[in-house]
C-alpha cells in the first residue's frame, strides 16, 4: 500500500486543511467503513471553505459547510493516520483528496494548482485517471449543489440529524420517506 502521494510527502494537506465532501462522498466512505456519518462529518464555519466550490448548508437556520471532522487529539483529518502517514479511507476517501493538488486549466489540461502544501510539484502517473476524477467531482459537487439549494430554500430550520437523512437517504424532512432512514440503516449495521 502507498503511504504517500510522493516521495517527501509530509502529509500536510491531511493535517491542515478542512476536508469539505459531498453526498456521495460520504455514502462511499459510509459503504467501506460502516461507520454512522455523525461519528466523522461536522459542520464547519462558511469562513473555513475559501474557495467558494463547496456549497453553504443552512441547517438550524445556520450557514454552515458540511466536512470531515478533525481528529479530537491532533488538527488533522479524521481519518488520517499520523503514525502510518497515509488516509486511513484510502479506497473511498473524497474525490477532493484524490485529486488534490490538480485541477485543470481552461483547456481542461491537467495542472498542479498554487499555494498548496506539497513540498514538492508533482504529476501523477496516470495523468488521465486523475482527469476523469476532476471532472466526476465536478459533477458529484453540482448534484449535491442541487440537492442542498432544495435543502436550503424548504428545510433550513432542521437539524443536522434531518440534513443527513435527507443527503444521503433521500429522506423528505417532512416525514414522507423515499427512501430508507438513517434510523433504518442503524439498526441494520451500521456502526455508530
Known amino acids: ?13 491531511c493535517m491542515f486543511y478542512s476536508v469539505f465532501v459531498t453526498d456521495n462522498d460520504v455514502k462511499r466512505m459510509m459503504k467501506e467503513t460502516k461507520l454512522h456519518p455523525k461519528r466523522f462529518l461536522e459542520l464547519h464555519s462558511p469562513s473555513a471553505e475559501r474557495q467558494g466550490f463547496y456549497p453553504k448548508v443552512c441547517v438550524s437556520s445556520e450557514w454552515k459547510v458540511l466536512g470531515l471532522k478533525h481528529n479530537k487529539y491532533e488538527l488533522s483529518c479524521y481519518f488520517f493516520m499520523k503514525n502510518a502517514g497515509m488516509c486511513g479511507v484510502n479506497k473511498s ?5 484524490r485529486t488534490y493538488p490538480f485541477s485543470t486549466d481552461k483547456e ?21 485517471q486523475t482527469l476523469k476524477l476532476i471532472k466526476q467531482l465536478r459533477k458529484e459537487k453540482d448534484e449535491y449543489s442541487k440537492k442542498v439549494l432544495k435543502w436550503n430554500q424548504n428545510y433550513y430550520w432542521h437539524d443536522f440529524d434531518t440534513f443527513l437523512d435527507y443527503i444521503l437517504f433521500d429522506k423528505n424532512p417532512n416525514g414522507y420517506k423515499t427512501k430508507k432512514s438513517l434510523r433504518h440503516k442503524l439498526r441494520n449495521g451500521l456502526r455508530i
Not at 489540461?109 to 495523468?127: F, I, R, S
Open 1 to 13: 500500500m502507498v503511504k504517500h502521494c510522493v516521495e517527501g510527502c509530509t502529509g500536510h494537506c
Open 108 to 128: 481542461e489540461q491537467l495542472m498542479h494548482m498554487n499555494g498548496t502544501l506539497c513540498p514538492v510539484k508533482w504529476m501523477p502517473e496516470n495523468k488521465k
Open 93 to 97: 476517501k473524497p474525490l477532493v483528496c
